[in-house]
């Protein structure tokens, strides 16, 4: 189903449904998906109380939802606003969202969504022109902002005999306003969590070379899986993450991010994430994890038949 809708304040949405998930992009600002979940179910995705239905202006505004960023995160270019309209080709499968030649980057934003017809799997497919008449470096960004509630969840890369394996596997990365004694961190052996307390208003953020393909993301019963690819031939901005958790008292986001790259002028990078819909209940541990969680991300990891 494809259809036309007004969602929070923007008139110009569109949605897409299997008839057991569905989505919702924004037209009026973005590219930006602002709505995943179950249909007639929740929004596991973050909506911005205060910006919801605004456009125009040269003001960025968090809007919440899924968006494109440019890596490594720098004033002003990364917080260049998506608040102007965007285009749209719907083609009875994929839904691409194309927005304007950026005066402040050069760049242009693309995401290529589509929702598998049988399944809870959505395949998004980030692309960055560059338009302008010089090269430009950088990684693409898709970030998405979650509703606050549930607990994010990274796995760490497995242990292995130190006696044949001598060099560091894991490498995880911390910003300066990060404290690691902050109690919605759980540095577990197999994962690292992060469990959302909207009682604490303060931001943090940790990056990881994940190797693994996975982040999880679980909100009152609903489980939200995103895979992405790794290249380890290739260099990551941020002192070589590929996935990043960032909280504060109102969402989450998880991020992922792609190699970094220099872009002729004409060129493009793309970047590629599956993201899964699931059912688990899961409790503050690493066996909880293992049970609930665990079986539902090898399933979508394994390749299909």
Known sequence: MFEKINFEGWANCLKVSNGNVELI?????????????????????????????????????????????????????????????????????????????????????????????????????????????????????????????????????????????????????????????????????????MNFDPAIKSEQKIGILNKQGWAAYCLHGDLFVKTFGYDENAAYADYNCNNELYMNGGFVEIETVGPFVKIPPGGMVEHTEHWYLGKALVQNTEESIDKNVLPFVKSVLSPKK
Do not use: C
């Open 25 to 193: 992009v924004t037209t009026d600002v973005g590219p930006r998906v602002i709505s995943f979940g179950y249909k007639g179910g929740q929004n596991l995705f973050h909506v911005s109380p205060g910006d919801k239905g605004k456009t125009g202006g040269d003001q960025w505004r968090i809007y919440g939802g899924h968006r494109l960023w440019l890596a490594p995160e720098v004033m002003p270019r990364s917080y260049a606003p998506d608040n102007g309209k965007v285009e749209h080709l719907w083609n009875g499968e994929t839904l691409t969202l194309s927005q304007a030649k950026d005066p402040l980057t050069g760049v242009v934003k693309e995401m290529e969504i589509t929702l598998d017809p049988s399944y809870n799997q959505v395949k998004v497919l980030h692309r960055i022109t560059n338009k302008n008449i010089w090269d430009i470096e950088l990684s693409p960004w898709p970030i998405t902002a979650l509703a606050g509630g549930g607990a994010a969840i990274l796995p760490q890369e497995p242990y292995i005999d130190p006696e044949h394996y001598l060099l560091p596997s894991r490498p995880l990365v911390l910003w300066y306003y990060t404290q690691m004694s902050d109690p919605r961190w759980v540095w577990g052996e197999k994962y690292i969590r």
